[in-house]
């Protein structure tokens, strides 16, 4: 793997992460205080530079706009992040930014009425953890993937930390994907994402493929992104799977 910097990533957030998170290489959790170091917990690490908006601006600018029969919500959402987004080296930022956004899509209001009653608010809660260390990944305009750490690998790093079997991780990763999502739903995500400077993409179907979600920024190759992710994918899932059932955390 190529690392740019070696300087651990530091973030305290709203909500104390869960310890078994330490289970995999190089993340270590002490209650809300999250540490990272990216030579071990990153299979690549090539940028450490990432698009980012303000949250609050997001709330107040975007999330209430409707989309009209000129400008679709994806529209509205890559406006906005021409006129808000700002280029930031501060891996805390990012964190504490894709906390923010991942609290609100996966809130507990959601439980009711949803039509999903095996999803439980333990489940919302893996959900804002996992896909807020996700956000660290990153995948350039040439459809190039810069950043990979464990959780693009979802079920995998989520048995890993939460000890799920194999259907409960694909469930999650089926209500990560949108299956969670009504239209409703899916355009609140388009919008909440341009806090972390793109959109939410996958490189697989469904859950057995297992490759992998990332915001990606507006305009990204997928055919490219496609081509990276299949070279690599195999070998890393396998990596993140040895960790299952490691009792030193």
């Not at 540490?35 to 303000?54: G, Q």
């Not at 209430?64 to 400008?71: G, L, M, P, Y």
């Not at 919008?191 to 490759?211: E, I, T």
Request: hydrophobic letters at 40%.
């Amino acid at each position: 793997m190529t690392t740019i910097d070696t300087t651990a990533i530091t973030v305290e957030l709203p909500e104390a992460f869960n310890p078994r998170w330490s289970r995999l290489p190089g993340i270590r959790v002490d209650g809300r205080r999250i540490t990272i170091d990216p030579a071990e917990y990153f299979f690549r690490f090539e940028s450490n530079t990432w698009l980012v908006a303000d949250w609050e601006l997001v709330k107040s600018q975007l999330m209430e706009v409707d989309e009209t029969t000129e400008s679709a919500v994806e529209q509205l959402a890559l406006d906005f992040i021409k006129h808000h987004g700002e280029s930031t080296s501060d891996a805390a930022c990012v964190l504490a930014t894709a906390y923010e956004v991942y609290a609100y899509l996966f809130r507990d209001e959601h439980l009711a009425g949803l039509g999903l009653p095996q999803i439980t608010a333990d489940h919302l809660r893996m959900l804002r953890e996992a896909a807020t260390l996700m956000a660290l990944n990153k995948v350039e305009l040439d459809g190039h993937i810069s950043n990979v750490g464990p959780c693009w690998f979802f079920p995998a790093a989520t048995s890993v930390v939460f000890d799920l079997d194999d259907e409960t991780g694909g469930m999650l990763d089926e209500v990560y994907h949108g299956g969670w999502f009504n239209e409703h739903r899916r355009i609140e995500s388009i919008k909440a994402h341009a806090a972390l400077g793109g959109r939410l993409v996958h490189g697989c179907q469904s859950v057995p493929d297992q490759s992998g979600g990332v915001v990606t920024p507006y305009g990204a190759s997928m055919a490219n992104f496609r081509d990276d992710l299949a070279a690599f994918k195999a070998g890393w899932i396998e990596q993140v799977y040895a960790h299952r059932g490691n009792p030193a955390a």
